[in-house]
């Protein structure tokens, strides 16, 4: 696998609730640092819902660009989902929560997957985005960074240990979020996993309640 695209954001207006936002990112030519909070001088707005040490990265893939372009009819620039790393080689529904992927100089640790809001309906140009983006059940995976490093385009992606079968997936995240009354072996099994800390701390209260 192989990183394509280092895209980085500044702030600007945007019509959603935040009024500005970072999610319009560009590709870099220069290598670029990867620290804990994530990429350097990647602007992040909604520090409440955004970034953080558990998704300081988010990632999309080539796979996913390729069903998406097919399905919107059209190209599409990297960054245009607001990801930091474009990666090819790699599919994010089924990836594991919990995958390692090091990337140039940094190791990453896959934690969550990406849940639509409407900053990025806004970016998309499209108020139907967030169902669009929700039914394609294509959304790219949030990470922490076990490693900081400099990543840039063309470096070498590699995966770095083995899960057990089984392991829940970004798509079991992402669909988690939809349900409204999940089980308690569905909690158990994201539990499992190491999940963004805010998941964690809310399915270990659901399961005190029931």
């Known amino acids: 696998m192989q990183l394509l695209s280092v895209n980085i954001g500044q702030r600007q207006p945007i019509a959603a ?17 990867i620290g804990t909070l994530g990429p350097s001088g990647d602007h992040i707005q909604d520090t409440r819902n955004h970034g953080g040490p558990d ?12 069903a998406w372009s097919a399905f919107l ?7 245009i989902f607001g990801e930091n790393l474009l990666i090819s080689g790699l599919e994010s529904a089924p990836t594991p929560i919990g995958t390692r992927l090091r990337v140039g100089g940094a190791l990453l640790e896959v934690t969550a997957a990406r849940i639509p809001c409407d900053t990025l ?13 929700r039914r394609q059940r294509r959304p790219g995976f949030y990470t922490r960074v076990l490693e900081e490093g400099e990543v840039g385009a063309g470096d070498a992606v590699t995966l ?3 899960l057990p079968p089984g392991t ?12 409204k ?9 994201l539990l499992g996993a190491p999940i ?11 399961l005190r309640r029931s």
């Open 160 to 162: 770095e240990g083995q």
């Open 55 to 66: 998704q300081a990265v988010y990632v999309f893939t080539q796979p996913d660009y390729d």
């Open 17 to 33: 609730k935040s009024g500005q936002s970072g999610i319009f990112k560009q590709p870099v030519s220069q290598p670029v640092l």
């Open 73 to 79: 009819g059209q190209p599409l620039e990297p960054g």
């Open 168 to 179: 829940p997936t970004v798509l079991d995240a992402f669909e988690f979020f939809y349900t």
């Open 196 to 206: 963004h800390h805010k998941l964690r701390a809310e399915l270990e209260e659901r």
């Open 121 to 133: 309906a806004a970016r998309m140009n499209d108020p139907q985005f967030v169902k669009t983006f």
């Open 181 to 189: 009354s999940p089980t308690r072996e569905q909690m158990q099994h």
